[in-house]
């Protein structure tokens, strides 16, 4: 039972690189979301997808770029990242967006 | 924006002290979940409440909503070091993903 995996667990990134979070579910649900959690601010949605070809801006999609060509798969790319992005990414799925959402262990992201 | 507050922020509480943690929202409640994090790790589902007047309990938590669906509490009691850890309400107030509040952080000491 995998439910939701994120990799890599840990990254470190020099300001400008880019990078791919990877992100894979198992449960075939259609909701898919990435958060960021930061001290103090809980957790931040940055894009979510309602299902395959459908993706849309959450609460802070600025430097962040979603796609989903499958149901399974949602990857998160940072183009040029910056030291702001420093962060622990979670992704999680759900069969529909107001019901339990299942999370990944996170990503731990730093930019220096 | 955070739509969801929660109170306290963070909570230190003596082994066997009951505690209470509350998560408030402007709107109506339609779904309110309640997730525990274990510091560096991701998030476990503890419970989720949608009427109003709900009350769930697991082992030693006890999670309500209020009638008017706008504030839910989640309640400890006799606390362990095992519930140290990071609680946090979420809703789905947008319906195409969960919103949540900005988290408890709950020590509990020897």
């Known amino acids: 039972n995998a439910g939701v995996t994120q990799t890599p667990k840990f990254q470190v990134l020099k300001t400008g690189q880019s990078m791919t979070l990877q992100c894979a579910q198992d449960m075939n649900h259609e909701y898919m979301s990435w958060y960021r959690q930061d001290p103090g601010m809980g957790l931040r949605l940055i894009h979510y997808s309602v299902g395959a070809g459908i993706t849309d801006q959450g609460e802070v999609p600025n430097g962040y770029n979603v796609s989903r060509s499958t149901t399974e798969d949602f990857p998160l790319r940072l183009l040029s990242a910056a030291p702001s992005q420093t962060s622990v990414y979670f992704c999680?799925?759900?069969?529909?967006?107001?019901?339990?959402?299942?999370f990944g262990q996170g990503t731990r992201l730093t930019v220096v | 924006s955070q739509e969801l507050e929660q109170s306290p922020q963070s909570l230190i509480v003596q082994e066997g002290k009951n505690l209470t943690i509350n998560c408030t929202s402007s709107k109506t409640l339609y779904g309110l979940y309640w997730y525990k994090q274990k510091y560096g790790e991701g998030l476990i589902f503890l419970m989720m409440l949608q009427k109003g007047g709900e009350e769930k309990s697991h082992e030693k938590i006890t999670a309500k909503l209020d009638e008017k669906k706008q504030q839910s509490s989640l309640h400890i009691t006799a606390s362990q070091p095992s519930h140290a850890g990071i609680y946090l309400c979420?809703?789905?107030?947008?319906?195409?993903?969960?919103?949540f509040g900005k988290g408890t952080s709950l020590l509990v000491t020897p």
């Open positions: 999680a799925s759900s069969s529909q967006g107001d019901t339990e959402a299942f």
């Open positions: 979420g809703a789905a107030l947008s319906g195409y993903a969960l919103n």
